[in-house]
């Protein structure tokens, strides 16, 4: 945890409190922090700032905010992923955040179980934000869309988020073109399931304003290539 981040209402008053046992417990275990000490804050949706700890009680932590510190920017980027197995989308969503990416829609296709879309980890989404959020000592979540259906998302909502300066680039390691580098313009990345997109699904894509793009002819795993893409497309 890079950074707290409070709820609005936990600032209205001259001392911020943090009241979470999950923060609390951080604190005190892994930050052993004593009053006088700094700590970085973050108000969700809102600015950061440096706070000076008045008082430590068993259930609250009080601080003073003495200045207002830079949010990271976000990447100009919408980030589209083919629903992955419970376990890496836990790890996808908070790396996602983490490195900054700006909208995250989570999509169906032939090679996604129908079973991930049952997964409680769905429903924690939030709470993985979070944790992605205080690791990058970010405020501003990312907007979360989510797709069943992957035909009437490739025809009907992927055209409205592809522009000539906002490209979208599907990838896939069959194509001929490789993929850009270090770009200074937003764009949209489509990322596959584990097996891939089948052919089917990838006429579509491009049909529908898609770029095919390669990273080479390796396969590469859904939760190692997206850190891999962003930090070509915006040498990170």
């Not at 069943?148 to 909502?157: A, L, M, Q, T, Y």
Request: a neutral charge; one cysteine or more; hydrophobic letters at 40%.
């Amino acid at each position: 945890m890079n950074i707290v981040l409070l709820d609005p209402r936990q600032t209205e008053s001259e001392l911020w409190s943090i009241s979470s046992t999950r923060q609390l417990a951080h604190l005190q275990q892994h930050l052993d922090i004593q009053v006088g000490d700094t700590l970085k804050v973050g108000i969700r949706e809102g600015k950061r700032y440096l706070t000076e700890i008045i008082e430590i009680t068993e259930k609250t932590v009080r601080l003073k905010p003495l200045k207002e510190e830079a949010v990271p920017a976000k990447l100009p980027v919408t980030l589209i992923v083919a629903l992955p197995r419970p376990k890496v989308l836990r790890r996808l969503i908070m790396d996602a955040v983490t490195v900054g990416v700006e909208k995250i829609i989570l999509m169906h296709s032939y090679r996604v179980d129908k079973s991930y879309w049952q997964t409680p980890f769905l429903q924690q989404l939030e709470h993985y934000i979070e944790l992605g959020l205080e690791q990058a000592g970010d405020t501003i979540a990312p907007k979360v869309e989510l797709y069943k259906r992957f035909k009437p998302f490739v025809e009907d909502i992927l055209p409205g988020l592809i522009s000539a300066d906002c490209p979208a680039y599907v990838a896939h390691p069959y194509a001929e073109m490789r993929m850009p580098a270090a770009i200074q313009h937003p764009c949209s990345i489509v990322i596959g399931p584990e097996g891939g997109f089948i052919p089917y699904e990838v006429d579509l894509l491009i049909h529908n304003g898609c770029q095919a793009v390669s990273l080479g002819n390796r396969i590469i795993r859904t939760e190692t290539v997206i850190p891999y893409v962003l930090g070509r497309l915006f040498s990170l």
